[in-house]
T-cell receptor, first 117, second 110 residues
Framework: GAGVSQSPSNKVTEKGKDVELRCDPI?????LYWYRQSLGQGLEFLIY????????KSGLPSDRFSAERTGGSVSTLTIQRTQQEDSAVYLC???????????????FGNGTRLTVT | GNSVTQMEGPVTLSEEAFLTINCTYT??????LFWYVQYPGEGLQLLLK?????DKGSNKGFEATYRKETTSFHLEKGSVQVSDSAVYFC?????????FGKGTRLSVIA
């Protein structure tokens, strides 16, 4: 079946502009995550959506970052007034409902490579 | 808070060599532990997992044992192949979203 789809695959933007990154999770996966992968920094958690619960935004690095998930499916990560340090690969992942807690593996998209010039 | 520390790379091995990538963790409670792999040009994918102490996860010849006494989940493979060249991430999940280590790049040369 279809995996997690992210678009665009690459985005180059000028400093100060806003960008939107899109994620289509696997159908039926109620949990959705955004991570950021920077060179030498590993994967940094940004935000987590689980069903209709309030999202866990504890990883968002600043108020320039926001995300929403409409209809429990597609998610959009928005970065306002981009800065050069925002350059990274932004990864989206989804998983089955977290019933019982911790064992559902994450399925990752191929990411959006963001370059801020 | 929860955290994962894995050995820094890059690691370069000859084909058929033995591989160990160390991973230790800090967590409250009883987390599940994972290894994810990112092959060149591909997305992250689950390699193996273990959900409780003394469990051994295995896949594609790789193994890792959940050691609560040493808070470790080291990845091993007895004989690596060129096709194993990738970045390997150790990860932990407790009552928080998945926490990753910084990744270890493995290069296997023929």
């Amino acid at each position: 079946g279809a995996g997690v789809s992210q678009s665009p695959s690459n985005k180059v933007t000028e400093k100060g502009k806003d960008v939107e990154l899109r994620c289509d999770p696997i159908s039926g996966h109620t949990a959705l995550y955004w991570y950021r992968q920077s060179l030498g920094q590993g994967l940094e958690f940004l935000i987590y959506f689980q069903g209709n619960s309030a999202p866990d935004k504890s990883g968002l690095p600043s108020d320039r970052f926001s995300a929403e998930r409409t209809g429990g499916s597609v998610s959009t990560l928005t970065i306002q007034r981009t800065q050069q340090e925002d350059s990274a690969v932004y990864l989206c992942a989804s998983s089955r409902p977290e019933t019982g807690g911790r064992n559902s593996p994450l399925h990752f998209g191929n990411g959006t490579r963001l370059t801020v010039t | 808070g929860n955290s994962v520390t894995q050995m820094e790379g890059p690691v370069t091995l000859s084909e058929e060599a033995f591989l160990t990538i160390n991973c230790t963790y800090t967590a409250t409670g009883y987390p599940s532990l994972f290894w994810y792999v990112q092959y060149p040009g591909e997305g992250l994918q689950l390699l193996l997992k273990a959900t409780k102490a003394d469990d051994k996860g295995s896949n594609k010849g790789f193994e890792a044992t959940y050691r609560k006494e040493t808070t470790s989940f080291h990845l091993e493979k007895g004989s690596v192949q060129v096709s194993d060249s990738a970045v390997y991430f150790c990860a932990l999940k407790g009552n928080t979203p998945l926490v990753f280590g910084k990744g270890t790049r493995l290069s296997v040369i023929a």
